[in-house]
């Protein structure tokens, strides 16, 4: 089993920053893509950044330039660093881990989610 699990939400006023963090464990062997995804009150699930397991990153338009995402591969962690942080931010934020052998994607697990709010 694979378990996968976010830590560092928060509230924090616009303009402020967050270092949310993901960490998986359990029968891992590879881990190839982990994401970061958000879901806010009333909308859809959408992605907000991807790194490959060579780190190559991809951004939501909504995020570039204000979030970064990164990963430690030796720990199993994904990092989410977040500045510039707008009301429109607000959301649950899940981390996701593709895990599988060194070929092929045999699963994708998720996070319970930590809840990010930007307010004044």
């Known amino acids: 089993q694979v378990q996968v699990a976010e830590s560092g939400g928060g509230l924090v006023q616009p303009g402020g920053s967050l270092r949310p963090s993901c960490v998986a464990s359990?029968?891992?062997?590879?881990?190839?893509?982990m994401g970061w995804f958000r879901q806010a009150p009333g909308k859809q699930r959408e992605v907000v950044a991807h790194?490959?397991?060579?780190?190559?990153?991809s951004y939501a338009d909504s995020v570039k330039g204000r979030f970064t995402i990164s990963r430690d591969n030796a720990k199993n962690m994904v990092y989410l660093q977040m500045k510039s942080l707008k009301p429109e931010d607000t959301a649950v934020y899940y981390c996701?881990?593709?895990?599988?052998?060194?070929?092929?994607?045999?699963?994708?697990?998720w996070g319970q989610g930590t809840q990010v709010t930007v307010s004044s």
């Open positions: 359990g029968s891992i062997f590879v881990i190839h893509g």
């Open positions: 790194i490959s397991k060579g780190g190559t990153s």
């Open positions: 996701n881990a593709a895990v599988g052998t060194t070929q092929i994607v045999t699963g994708i697990y």
